[in-house]
Every structure is written in structure tokens, then in C-alpha cells.
């Protein structure tokens, strides 16, 4: 069982130090989940650093988690140029194991 919060702040905290005037992060209260660490980072890292070569100047990145019915969520906007949401997001998740787009 891991603390997916303290996962997605450690990630960040390796993340270029110029940026964090640009991340807005909202992390809710969650309960510990089953995850692979070491995918969920990796996966972690591809979606921040490419949101974050995605933004203009003065772009932002928003990083949110929550718990609601049940379930964890984990969200990151930003208001980049974007890439094809459907596409992206299966690529994103078929690098973890047990998650389907």
C-alpha cells in the first residue's frame, strides 16, 4: 500500500526548480492504494515533463487528487498545446502492467 500524495511530491521535487512558480498542486486527502511505485513514477514523470514542454512562458500545470466513491483520482491540466487526449492516454497507461486505457 502506498501514499500516492507523497509519490506525485516526490516526483515533482525532481522536477526543474524553475517550474514550481507554474505547478498549482491541490492534493486531497487519500488513502493508501496498491500501486508499483517505481511505474506510477515513471509514468508520473513522462505526464509532468511533458505538460511542462507543453506550456508557454507563463503556462500552468495543475496537479489535483481526490477521493470520491471509492475511488482515487489523480488529475494534471495545463494550458499547453495539448496532444490528442485519446491517444495519449492509452499510451500513458499501457506502460503500467495492470491498467487499461
Known sequence: MEDLNRIVRAVLGNLNPGLSSQIHVQLGELPAV????????????????????????DGIITITS?????????????????????VYGKRALSSIPHLQA
Open 34 to 57: 496498491f500501486v508499483d511505485t517505481d511505474d506510477i513514477t515513471r509514468v508520473l514523470q513522462n505526464i509532468f515533463i511533458n505538460a511542462s514542454e507543453a506550456i508557454p512562458p
Open 66 to 86: 481526490s477521493h470520491r466513491d471509492g475511488a482515487v483520482e489523480l488529475s494534471v491540466e495545463d494550458n499547453g498545446t495539448g496532444n490528442d487526449q485519446g
